[in-house]
């Protein structure tokens, strides 16, 4: 398959927003706030490079160098009880400031805290695999290798997990264009049935918010209903209440002479 030109952050873009939502700005606490993240940073920090550390969201995040990713993984699972890795990827940062910024989300069931571990690295830089703290590294090292890139040596099978092998490009780059490319569109019809077959089923549909009036069985339209899998019609709907015969348990029926339609939000 032909490789991805590169296309900056494609993904900046919004496809589909809310243009109500506001975004909330969490607040920033020093560790010494808590007790118990307090005493985990002095020990921390007396071991290892702590660039930065604060509570964020009811959580201590704590910035290590890469170099030191498995000692403190290590340190943080033996000696502070952070014995649950739930979580770990990265993000893609390319374009701002040229890294990935990866991430590791550890629970102390014994504390009832959590700790998030978080360092930068280059693009063609390595990271140490985790596999030996944490069995539950092992499919998420491999995500993460699979969806962005990054390599991690001393894993046991670095391997694609979601995608296929012979697949190009990293799906959850901002460089990846978020319905594919041409070559994503062709490429389960070339390998189930061949390319000669390009003309007679024609290309995927990979956007996910697409409606087709005529499907009649996954979607309802106001003023155009039909009963479930009929043939639709550009004909305005004769049905008038939206509830099935019988009625749902205290729910009052709705009738179509009395449904509105709203221009915006209130």
């Known amino acids: 398959m032909r490789q991805y030109a590169n296309r900056k952050n494609v993904q900046k873009k919004e496809y589909y927003s809310d243009r109500f939502r506001i975004s909330p700005s969490l607040e920033r606490l020093s560790p010494e706030g808590d007790e118990v993240f307090a005493q985990d940073f002095i020990k921390l920090s007396s071991k290892f490079q702590i660039n930065d550390a604060h509570i964020e969201a009811g959580q201590m995040v704590i910035w290590i160098e890469p170099k030191d990713n498995v000692k403190v993984l290590k340190f943080l699972k033996n000696s502070l009880f952070y014995n649950n890795l739930s979580e770990m990827s990265a993000v893609d940062f390319l374009s701002e400031r040229g890294e990935f910024e990866i991430f590791y989300q550890m629970l102390s069931m014994k504390k009832r805290r959590r700790v998030r571990v978080k360092f930068s690295i280059k693009e063609q830089e390595e990271i140490k695999s985790a596999v030996e703290v944490y069995k ?14 990054i390599v991690i040596s001393g894993h046991p099978y670095m391997k ?43 290309p995927e549909i990979r956007d996910s918010a697409l409606i087709e009036k005529e499907n009649t069985r996954g979607y309802a339209r106001m003023g155009h209903e039909v009963d479930f899998g009929e043939p639709y019609s550009d004909a305005p709907s004769k049905i008038g209440e939206y509830q099935e015969e019988n009625g749902v348990f205290l729910v009052k029926k709705i009738k179509k002479s009395k449904s509105v339609t709203l221009k915006k939000r209130h």
Do not use: C, N, V
């Not at 990846?176 to 089923?201: C, M, N, S, T, V």
């Open 160 to 202: 694609r997990i979601l995608m296929p092998d012979d697949w190009s490009g990293y799906p959850l780059r901002k460089t990846y264009p978020l319905h594919g490319d041409e070559a994503a569109q062709w490429y389960e019809i070339d390998q189930l049935f061949g390319k000669e077959y390009r003309d007679i089923i024609g």
């Open 136 to 149: 539950s590294a092992d499919w998420a090292e491999r995500e993460m290798y699979d969806m962005f890139g």
